[in-house]
């Protein structure tokens, strides 16, 4: 004998193969939940970031005295000064814009009114920016459940 020893139960090999296979089951199982997440959080986070460049583009004293117009497309709103293109910004694919839209902002501050709307299938919900008349590049942002 070469010194195997004949014990019931399973090797290392097959106790590998069983747990990749009960992982990437589950990993099936939880793609739903896991995938809504993921949405959530990339909606989340494409608003925060346009938050952080409308802030940047309207407020900045540097772009004070300039033309400014943010475009609102399928897949990206991009921040225009005076006539060239400072920032680009994708759109999430599970946000469906349901207007092309443009928000100017005149030299003296002021912000046309527009309101964007995006649809959230997943997400269960609509998302609005809305933009105010007025100085200061004021706008407001609700989700509306549906």
Same mark, same amino acid.
């Given at each position: 004998?070469?010194? !195997?020893?004949?014990?019931?139960?399973?090797?290392?090999?097959?106790?590998?193969?069983?747990?990749?296979?009960?992982?990437?089951?589950? /990993?099936?199982?939880? /793609?739903?939940? /896991? *995938?809504?997440?993921?949405? &959530?959080?990339?909606?989340?986070?494409?608003?925060?970031?346009? +938050?952080?460049?409308?802030?940047?583009?309207?407020? +900045?004293? !540097?772009?004070?005295?300039?033309? !400014?117009?943010?475009? =609102?497309? %399928? *897949?990206?709103?991009? =921040?225009?000064?005076?006539?060239?293109?400072? #920032?680009?910004?994708?759109?999430?694919? $599970?946000? #469906?814009?349901?207007? @092309?839209? &443009?928000? *100017?902002?005149?030299?003296?501050?002021?912000?046309?009114?527009?309101?964007?709307?995006?649809? $959230?299938?997943?997400?269960?919900? +609509? %998302?609005?920016? &809305?933009?105010?008349?007025?100085?200061?590049?004021? @706008? *407001?942002?609700?989700?509306?459940?549906?």
């Amino acid at each position: 004998m070469t010194g !195997r020893r004949n014990k019931p139960g399973f090797t290392l090999i097959e106790t590998t193969i069983v747990l990749l296979i009960v992982i990437i089951l589950a /990993g099936m199982v939880a /793609g739903g939940p /896991g *995938k809504r997440w993921q949405v &959530v959080w990339q909606e989340r986070w494409f608003f925060k970031r346009f +938050n952080a460049t409308w802030v940047e583009t309207v407020t +900045n004293p !540097r772009l004070l005295q300039t033309d !400014r117009t943010i475009v =609102f497309t %399928k *897949k990206q709103v991009r =921040f225009i000064v005076e006539r060239c293109e400072r #920032h680009v910004i994708a759109v999430p694919a $599970s946000l #469906h814009l349901l207007r @092309y839209q &443009v928000v *100017k902002v005149a030299p003296s501050g002021s912000v046309t009114p527009a309101t964007v709307c995006y649809q $959230s299938p997943l997400s269960g919900c +609509n %998302k609005v920016l &809305v933009f105010q008349l007025g100085y200061g590049g004021q @706008y *407001k942002y609700e989700e509306i459940r549906r």
